[in-house]
């Protein structure tokens, strides 16, 4: 029996990845194991960060590294760093920050999501750049890096960059333009962790922060991420974030903190007080940080593709499938399954609806619904629950009579 259903909430198998409506990844014993350990022994958590800040540095080439609440929470701390330094008045002010103080952030249009709302959060005012020409089909031309550099002003206070494989301009291009006007730049990274080099890679660029999140492919906590960039920046985020109720005369800054850089006074509770990491999320993420860089994960791939393969060999004609398997562990690989709505007179939501609804619940990737496709993606998946998916499946994509 699943623990959920003690307070008669049905488990679901999820077939869709490290989705947060779903919890996110599963986590690995190893990881699990350091959570529950983490659990029944105490120690300070300023120590606990400028130690993950250690391990975070070696695996990213970074001066520095915090855990965060997950990339969001990561985000905004990133921007409160941003633009209160080590300015406790900054940091008391925040997120209005003060008349006159640098607070805008460049993005690019076509970058804007969701998300950026966690941006926003801290103060920040979003500016866009460039246009969206391909999605509004109106031309053939991405945003292009000297778009960034015609805006900037006396109130820009850094760029904000979503990072993905084929975004454009080059993370490159706009870290240098950057600092070419001294201003930081914050990166989105959250999802895009993959292969492992990618955030050792980001961070060469020279971005000043890089968030991430912890409970996607690297399988912590679903409430953790990573921050990690300049040392002073992390140093600012990390005050902004810890319980900052302690005596003057014992109190000290953060380990993380270069020594010649000067706080201008002992902040108090900050903007990101409600972001609390706990020791057992500190301990897992930095666990899963462990077996990620590691290449411990890696090794699953084949038993994942085998699984899609087992599945995909019980979809029934006239449906038909597609193996995506992304070269150099770009990506996880994926089961594209084409359903035959015309032949089912079913659509593929309605196949998605009944595969939530039926008994397992089972939740596949609904990203091309509108292709009429369901994607079936292993990370969360194991030997029964594929087995269970491709009997599910095999049952709502036979053609009835
Ligand atoms: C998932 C995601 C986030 C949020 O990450 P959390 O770790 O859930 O806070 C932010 N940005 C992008 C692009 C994402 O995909």
């Known amino acids: 029996m699943s623990i959920f259903e003690q307070w008669g909430v049905t488990p679901i198998i999820n077939a869709t990845g490290s989705v947060t409506r779903l919890g996110g990844a599963v986590m690995p014993p190893e990881v699990i194991a350091a959570f529950s350990a983490a659990a029944s022994d105490a120690c300070s ?28 929470a990561g985000l905004t701390l ?25 607070h805008e952030f460049l993005v690019a249009r076509e970058q804007r999501n969701g998300y950026d709302h966690a941006v926003r959060a801290a103060g920040a005012t979003l500016v866009e750049v460039g246009f969206n020409e391909i999605v509004s089909n109106a031309g053939v031309r991405r945003t292009e890096t000297w778009e960034y550099g015609a805006a900037i002003t006396e109130r820009t206070a850094g760029i904000l960059y979503i990072a993905a494989a084929d975004a454009r301009p080059r ?45 996607k492919a690297l ?37 993380i903190l270069p020594e010649r850089r000067r706080l201008s006074g002992q902040p108090r509770h900050g903007l990101g007080r ?63 399954v084409v359903v035959a709505e015309q032949a089912l007179q079913k659509s593929a ?11 397992p619940r089972i939740y596949v990737g609904h990203g091309q619904l509108s292709q009429g496709r369901l994607v079936i993606h292993p990370l969360c998946l194991t030997e ?18």
């Open 45 to 72: 958590l300023e120590e606990l960060q400028v130690a993950a800040s250690r391990i975070l540095a070696h695996h990213t080439g970074a001066a520095a590294g915090i855990v965060t609440a997950g990339c969001a």
């Open 78 to 102: 990133g921007t409160a760093a941003i633009l209160a330094g080590l300015d406790a008045g900054r940091m008391e002010r925040l997120p209005r920050p003060a008349p006159g103080d640098r």
């Open 171 to 215: 993370l490159q291009e706009v870290v240098d333009l950057a600092h070419r006007h001294c201003l930081p730049v914050l990166v989105d990274a959250a999802g895009e962790v993959l292969p492992r080099n990618t955030l050792p890679d980001l961070v060469a660029t020279g971005a000043d922060l890089v968030a991430c999140s912890g409970g």
């Open 219 to 255: 399988r912590g906590p679903q409430s953790t991420g990573i921050l990690c960039g300049r040392a002073e920046l992390v140093g600012s985020a990390l005050l902004q974030m810890l319980d900052m109720d302690e005596h003057p005369e014992l109190w000290s800054p953060p380990a």
């Open 274 to 336: 409600g972001f609390k990491v706990s020791k057992e999320e500190i301990a897992a993420l930095l666990t899963a940080v462990e077996l990620f860089f590691s290449g411990h994960y890696d090794r699953e791939r084949s038993q994942q593709l085998t699984w899609l393969r087992q599945i995909a060999g019980q979809i029934p004609a006239p449906s038909r499938w597609e193996l995506v398997d992304p070269p150099d562990g770009q990506r996880f690989p994926v089961l594209e």
């Open 349 to 359: 939501f309605e196949i998605c609806r009944a595969l939530r609804d039926g008994n």
């Open 384 to 401: 029964t629950k594929s087995i269970q998916v491709a009997e599910r499946l095999k049952v709502e994509l036979t053609p009835s009579g």
